[in-house]
């Protein structure tokens, strides 16, 4: 028996057996992991390309946002709309935004972040054109939903493409500048309105919003998937390229110019193909409970940060939000241009807050950052019970609507960085949701709050982020720190 045993031992030494299963593969060639190429390839030319895609895609959307804020009290005067309609036309494109972010959040996970980007650019130029062309008001709130479809369905996808770029060393820089870009998209949309309403109208001006899309449009074709989506999938091969891409790009293709790109054995491979799969992934990672308390910050956050938006007009100029018919002929409304100079001011604010905290948030804190800035806006607002001239209100929503710029990106940078990668396009689209469906109460509380009683609004922004307040002291402080998860 042991003769026996003895000749059979061989047969399990045999070259077939022993053979590497990539035979293409030479012994030499390094074998890395999606995180430790994304290392290596440091941040260049390449890196800032690819961010600039999502950069942009969040300028267009901060831009459409807010624009409705003022198309939609223009066209309570030229066609003599009741309050009813003027909030549900501000909130029309938030509420489709809402909508398509909760139902279709996980199509990013499922599609990749790069076709979903692409696709919904599409939609938002085309729905923008057709918007400026509207002549009745079921017209243009078809299109401006069909805008809200292309927010809701491409801001996650554009925020977790631009978290899975960088290097860990980079990685608040590219998600901080594309919060600069959101705010820079509402600062362009009040300056274009002060510079195109005058002079073309409503119409014109949503049309030069909608024709920003073009050149992002451009860019996309000069980039590709996310690597890291690639390898969360299992398209090693395709990643692989990217990153070599990349690596021309950023004059490093020396570091990667022989690799074997591997799957992360520590890291599970997932293909989410519907919602409940993505909550199947938070539940079983332990990742659910934080989910939902970042959901609640964002709703009552994002109902002040709106709310901010939609009453900046009224502030501004005690509720007379435009001076009646400026052009006989074409019997149209606008703006007082002081008050249009004004917003403009004002909304330069989320940039310069933005790059402010990029600056500071390593120095003091995520968590630091993100309790100042929902703690300090509460003061922020006490002058508006007393203050009455045009310059103190500018500065106080300059202040208010800077600080809560920040915590509302900070929020937004959780939802992309904190949770598992199969999962980011998810979270960060229910986030984006979220912002939406706050917006949608917060337009119609300030236009029936405002009649009411300004200090009625007032306080009513202020209790809100109380409430924000004791459920930010409630998250665990892993949640504000810079997850290394690849």
Known sequence: ????????TPLKTVPECTESPFPETPSNRRTLTIGEAMEELGCGLGSILYSLAP???????????TVMAVVSLILQCE???????TSALQVISMATCTISGLLFSHLGDQFGRYP???????????????????????????CRALVGVGEG????????????????????LSMTSVGIGWGLGTALSSGLAYLTLEPYGWKGYLIVLALMCSPVLILLFFIRESPRYDVRVGKVAKARETLRRLARLNFRESELEDFELV?????????????????????????????????????TGQFVYMGQIYAAPLYLNDGACYVGKVNEEKKSCSFDQ??????????????????????????IGRRNLFLSTCVLPIFVLIPFYFCTSSTSRVIALMAFRGLLSVFGWTNFVIAAEYFPTSVRSFTSSVVNSCYSLASIFSAFVVQFAYDISPDLLTATLQISLVVTLVFVVNIKREMTGQQLEQ
């Open 1 to 8: 028996m042991t003769g026996s045993s003895d000749e059979k």
């Open 55 to 65: 950069y942009c895609f969040l300028l267009i959307e901060g831009a459409e946002v």
């Open 153 to 172: 369905l491409g801001a996650g996808p554009a925020a977790t493409f631009s978290a899975e770029i960088p290097t860990i060393k980079y990685r608040s």
């Open 79 to 85: 066609w003599g709309l009741t309050k009813f309609w």
């Open 263 to 299: 799957q992360d054995p520590n890291i599970e491979k997932v293909e989410v193909a519907t919602l409940y799969e993505s909550y199947q992934v938070l539940s079983r990672t332990g990742y659910l409970s934080d989910f939902w308390k970042l959901v609640a910050i964002t709703l």
């Open 338 to 363: 002081s008050v249009l100079f004004d917003l403009g001011v004002v909304g330069l604010a989320d940039p310069i807050s933005v790059l402010l905290g990029l600056l500071f948030i390593d120095r």
């Open 116 to 142: 979903i980007m692409l696709w919904t650019l599409l939609i938002i130029l085309v729905a923008g054109l057709l918007s400026g062309l509207s002549v009745n008001l079921w017209q243009i709130m078809v």
